[in-house]
């Protein structure tokens, strides 16, 4: 059954009466740091949740891996495919996860409001010792990986969010995520045709003004590979195989803007970035996963074979970029 002109019931509080969607606010907020009531950093105490084919989710796991904080906060993996209690830990023996002995990643909402019924999403990071949720603030975490958990960066680590930029990165930051990382979704999940137009506009002018800002730059800030850079790949790295399609998005491809396609297989090719991409979860989770089979009219569960991610290994050529 197609969910064209009612309200997903997954996603029914996050519709609004003229059609447009608007995520739903984290419940797990508490920052990381060394105040009061802050979440202190501290090497085993905590673990990352994830699932692959969620941008917002890979993008904390790429930022973990550039610093090498994969050795001081451990990584659980739930399934792609949503069941109907949410994500579930099924790759791993016995359908629970290993180190919290959860098997749905709801029980940590559950565990902190019985009576919550929002989604309960990905990336979020739990204390392993009290099972409780810490934090799953998508749009800070990284930003909390790069600055209070410094002390345990591995040594070499890039500075993705240099002091001296950070106004900088955070207002860009704000447009790539209102424009092309929730643009997506703001035009899939669209249940009105203005507004979807609206963020199928959105998106691509952003893209067009990126396109054209990266024929200079290697980088969105010149030659420093930064916080922004992680947060634009993520949606880049799902677009040809996932939003192109499922979510009609379909002016262009990625393949279709030389700067932008070169630019994301330069940091696919950088390590963290590629290694931390699964293709086969993105594809099969947007077009197969019960949940939004719908959006893709793919009632029968088929996902994509394509396109060949031996493409992305092809060479770039932005290595001569510096500054613009």
Known sequence: MS???SKHPLFANELRADGSFVPQANLFTVPFGYGPGEHKPEAGRYRLLWMAACPYAHRAVIVRKLLGLDNVISLGTASHFRTEYGWEFSLDE???DPVLGI???????????PAYKGRPTV???????????????????????????????????PDLYPEPLRAEIDDLNDVIFRDINSGVYKAGFAHSQQAYEAAYDALFARLDELE????????????????SDVRLYTTLARFDAAYYSVFNTNRNRLTDFPNLW????????????????DFEAIR??????????????????????GPDEQVWHTAHGREKLGKG
Request: glycine share 12%; hydrophobic share 30%; aromatic share 16%.
């Open 284 to 305: 099969s989770s947007y077009h197969a996963s019960p949940h939004l089979r719908g959006f893709a009219n793919n009632f029968y569960g088929i996902y994509p074979k």
């Open 123 to 157: 990336p979020i990071i739990v204390d392993v010792i009290s099972g409780q949720g810490v934090n799953s603030d998508y749009f800070r975490l990284t930003n909390y990986l790069e600055t209070v958990w410094s002390p345990f960066h591995k040594e070499g680590a």
């Open 3 to 5: 969910i064209a002109g």
């Open 94 to 96: 016995g359908g629970v």
């Open 103 to 113: 098997r749905y990643i709801k029980e940590i909402y559950d565990r902190a409001d």
């Open 212 to 227: 054209r800002h990266l024929e200079n730059n290697r980088y969105l800030f010149g030659d420093v590979l930064t916080d």
């Open 262 to 277: 070169g630019y994301a297989r330069d940091l696919y090719q950088t390590p963290g970035f590629g290694e931390t991409t």
